[in-house]
């Protein structure tokens, strides 16, 4: 009776053994990855925003700009006065960026929306925008 228990050793037993940066294996590094529909990206001479609002129109989207900051906000409100509801789904969206780089305030933002997808294009301040430099030979 005495030979029925095996003492085993704690980091061998198979489910009690931690994760390690040292295993071959990928999931330690796997975080869930969570998709925000809004994207940032500049050229030369300007900076935009692209913000995804599937199923809204253009009249129920408000847009504010101030301190840098750009605030996308819209929500689908249609309803049929013919129908009782139980249960009615709600598409609310709201985004909230700091928009990089040095922008030209003299210029209004231009904001165009298309295919469920919005974009407003931010002009670059002349100060920021890349100059050329004439090399001559001494």
């Known amino acids: 009776m005495a030979n029925d228990l095996v003492a085993r050793n704690f980091w061998t037993f198979p489910n009690l053994r931690l994760s390690s940066i040292w295993d071959d294996e990928d999931d330690f590094l796997n975080f869930p990855q969570v998709t925000s529909g809004l994207t940032v990206s500049e050229d030369e001479k300007s900076v935009y925003v692209e913000a995804e609002l599937p199923g809204l129109k253009p009249e ?31 598409r609310s969206f709201s985004y909230r960026v700091a928009v990089p780089g040095d922008i030209d305030v003299a210029k209004d933002p231009q904001a165009e929306y298309k295919n469920g997808v919005m974009t407003v294009t931010f002009a670059k301040s002349p100060v920021s925008q890349p100059k050329k430099i004439a090399v001559k030979s001494a």
């Open 60 to 90: 129920e989207v408000e847009v504010t700009f101030d301190k840098g900051v750009l605030w996308v906000k819209g929500e689908a409100g249609e309803e049929d006065k013919g129908k009782k509801y139980y249960r009615k789904s709600q």
